[in-house]
């Protein structure tokens, strides 16, 4: 970003809507793969290692 705005006095138009188009088609790459990554996110984490089992089931029997 710095280069960016250093380099933004002495460029010529062009340049400049190259890299803006450039900007926005990532942006927009980005914000989709995080809206569809979010959309399918487990709502339910299903405990995985015995470990987390035993430590769940402590927390219960201790009222934690």
């Given at each position: 970003?710095?280069?960016?705005?250093?380099?933004?006095?002495?460029a010529d138009k062009e340049d400049i809507?190259?890299?803006f188009l450039a900007l926005q088609r990532q942006c927009f790459v980005l914000s989709n793969n995080i809206s569809q990554l979010v959309k399918t996110w487990p709502t339910i984490h299903p405990l995985t290692t015995h470990e987390d089992q035993l430590n769940a089931?402590?927390?219960s029997e201790i009222g934690n």
């Open positions: 970003m710095r280069q960016i705005t250093d380099a933004l006095p002495k809507i190259t890299v089931g402590m927390q």
